[in-house]
Nanobody, 120 residues
Framework: VQLQASGGGLVQPGGSLRLSCAAS????????IAWFRQAPGKQRELVAF???????NYADAVKGRCTISRDNAKNTVYLQMNSLRPEDTAVYYC???????????????WGQGTLVTVSS
């Protein structure tokens, strides 16, 4: 049972990236999937969330610039990021059915993280 995050890289400010979160060993369609990010010296923060019924939520910092979507046929969730800013630089993680308690996010399934660097 594994989540594999990919698609990170170096991009100039204003550019775009699409991150992928692929599942193996289980099917994603019955899970809520979230993307998180963690910048150096900062806590992990929620970026976007998609429920099994397709409902989505976004952090204010990325609202209007990011779109989370799922392709159940490919067992993959995507995060399309546009108009990227230097402050979006972080390691991005995906997680299945995350819950928030005791001041942090928890999940039984985390992807390994993919680095996004926004710099000129």
């Amino acid at each position: 049972v594994q989540l594999q995050a990919s698609g990170g890289g170096l991009v100039q400010p204003g550019g775009s990236l699409r991150l992928s979160c692929a599942a193996s060993g289980f099917t994603l369609d019955s899970y809520a999937i979230a993307w998180f990010r963690q910048a150096p010296g900062k806590q992990r923060e929620l970026v976007a969330f998609i429920r099994s019924n397709g409902d989505t939520n976004y952090a204010d910092a990325v609202k209007g610039r990011c779109t989370i979507s799922r392709d159940n046929a490919k067992n993959t969730v995507y995060l399309q990021m546009n108009s990227l800013r230097p402050e979006d630089t972080a390691v991005y993680y995906c997680a299945a059915d995350p819950v928030y308690f005791s001041g942090s996010w928890h999940s039984d399934y985390w992807g390994q993280g993919t680095l996004v660097t926004v710099s000129s």
